[in-house]
């Protein structure tokens, strides 16, 4: 993997808070969009342009599809799930103006709304949000682990994989693996090895396709390399979410895994997961449990992801005008 040139590696000693980094470090938002060849990039363009057309179209009728600004309001969403047996994940979305303090104040609420709510959810949080900081991760982790629920971080650009492995192996010496877990995208050439990194700690894992290309291998196949990852943690991990809304890849993925009899589950986003979902998951005895993003970074985000796949934009318009219309 190529070392980011903000990094100072010789410092990198498991205390990431000492680290000198570039701010862009510490953004969670979605990557830009790769360079692509002449044809495809005129093609691209022109479905870009009719895009633009749909996108504020998706992002007013997506609010009522997401899970609110507030801990609050997602754990309505987690209730409302609930009810059809539907398990979640509560994952708070920053935008720049959020201070390093106000989203660790923010999980910490997660962690406490969750404990006691008989909601069978977890808290998702974003390394870079945290500023990669050791002391607010190790914070969290005593919470949670006194109060009996999961974290789980998200996954990012390839660049910071080191900065967030060291903030959790930080919170891993505190309270233990068994309420932490980490994601792993499966474009990655680093991959496989993540995941003898997670499987040797304990953690559960989310097993994800990946918004962040590998700078080295930047059109690397992400069905395959998903599948490599979930052979990886076959038989070897503690538990692992396969998050994918591809129900062909999610039900290869899910064979594998109980082949090995490794616990698993389906996971996917609030807002893009179906009734089908909800239907294949019963008929063939996994659990589905639904990532419910909140908070005012979530929405730019999505529509940053749809301008990159403009013909996504174009089916979740359909879908939600669809739901609206039923």
Known sequence: MQSSPSILTSELKGHSNQLELDPSAFSTAAPEAPAQPLLYALKSGIIGRLSDLVTPVVSHLAKDY???ETVDDAICVARRLAIQNVSSTL???????????????????????LSGSGLDSYVSIKPPALRFDSGAA??????AQSLGVRLHCDSHGPEVVELSHAMLQAMCDRVGPGCLGTTIP?????????ADWAVERGFAVRVVKGQWPDPDSPRADMRAGFLNVIEQLAGRARHV???THDMTLAAEAIERLRTTSTSCELE?????????SLRWASTNGIGLRIYIPFGR??????MKALKRNPRMAWDIARRLAAGRES
């Open 268 to 276: 996917q986003i609030f807002g893009l997961n179906s009734s089908q």
């Open 186 to 194: 499966g474009r990655w050439s680093r991959s496989l090895s993540d």
């Open 297 to 302: 970074g979530y929405i730019p985000n999505a």
């Open 66 to 68: 997401l899970g609110g």
């Open 91 to 113: 994952g708070f979305w920053d935008t720049a103006d959020y201070t390093q303090r106000h989203v660790t104040d923010i999980y910490g609420t997660a962690v406490k709304r």
């Open 241 to 243: 979410a396969v998050a």
């Open 138 to 143: 190790v914070e969290l982790a005593a919470i």
